[in-house]
C-alpha cells in the first residue's frame, strides 16, 4: 500500500485570524469551507483550521492527519492488521464528494485515509528534478 500524506487538521482559537496568519506569513492559499472552519493550502497538502471546542474537552493543537490511499478496503485492514483500531466514518461513493474514515494508531493518535482527497491537494507530487526536466522537453 502506498500512503501520501495529503491533509492536516489543527484546532484552533480563531479559524479566520489562522488563515490570515499563514495567508501572509507562509503563502497558503483558501481553499474552502469546513464544518467548523476552512480549508487552506500550500498547493500540495490540505490544511483545515478548525474551531476548538473547550466545552468538549479539546485544546489548540494537531488534531488529526490525513492519508490518501489508492484502495480504501485494502488500507483498512492493513491498519487494523497492524494495531491500528477503527474509529468512525464510512465510505461514500459519490465521485464529487470528499469524505475520509478515522483510525487511531497503536499509540491511539487519529489520523484519516480516504481515496478521495481533501480540496487543495494533490495525490501525485512531481520531483523537482522531473519538474525542471519535463518543462524543458
Given at each position: 500500500?502506498?500512503a501520501?500524506?495529503?491533509?492536516?487538521?489543527?484546532?484552533?482559537?480563531?479559524?479566520?485570524?489562522?488563515?490570515?496568519?499563514?495567508?501572509?506569513?507562509?503563502?497558503?492559499?483558501?481553499?474552502?469551507?469546513?464544518?467548523?472552519?476552512?480549508?487552506?493550502?500550500?498547493?500540495?497538502?490540505?490544511?483545515?483550521?478548525l474551531?476548538?471546542?473547550?466545552?468538549?474537552?479539546?485544546?489548540?493543537?494537531?488534531?488529526?492527519?490525513?492519508?490518501?490511499?489508492?484502495d480504501?478496503?485494502?488500507?483498512?485492514?492493513?491498519?487494523?492488521?497492524?494495531?491500528?483500531s477503527?474509529?468512525?466514518?464510512?465510505?461514500?461513493?459519490?465521485?464529487?464528494?470528499?469524505?475520509?474514515?478515522?483510525y487511531?494508531?497503536?499509540?491511539?493518535?487519529?489520523?484519516?485515509?480516504?481515496?478521495t482527497?481533501?480540496?487543495?491537494?494533490?495525490?501525485?507530487?512531481v520531483?523537482?528534478?522531473?519538474g525542471?526536466?519535463?518543462?524543458?522537453?
Amino acid at each position: 500500500m502506498v500512503a501520501r500524506m495529503r491533509h492536516i487538521a489543527l484546532l484552533v482559537s480563531d479559524p479566520e485570524k489562522s488563515a490570515e496568519f499563514y495567508e501572509k506569513t507562509l503563502g497558503f492559499k483558501r481553499a474552502g469551507k469546513a464544518g467548523r472552519g476552512l480549508y487552506m493550502s500550500d498547493g500540495t497538502i490540505n490544511m483545515a483550521l478548525l474551531q476548538v471546542r473547550p466545552d468538549k474537552g479539546e485544546k489548540t493543537g494537531l488534531f488529526h492527519f490525513g492519508m490518501w490511499v489508492d484502495d480504501l478496503d485494502q488500507a483498512g485492514d492493513e491498519v487494523t492488521a497492524g494495531g491500528g483500531s477503527y474509529l468512525m466514518g464510512r465510505e461514500d461513493r459519490n465521485p464529487d464528494t470528499f469524505y475520509e474514515v478515522k483510525y487511531r494508531d497503536p499509540d491511539g493518535i487519529v489520523f484519516d485515509i480516504t481515496p478521495t482527497g481533501w480540496r487543495g491537494a494533490v495525490k501525485e507530487v512531481v520531483p523537482a528534478d522531473e519538474g525542471s526536466k519535463q518543462a524543458a522537453e
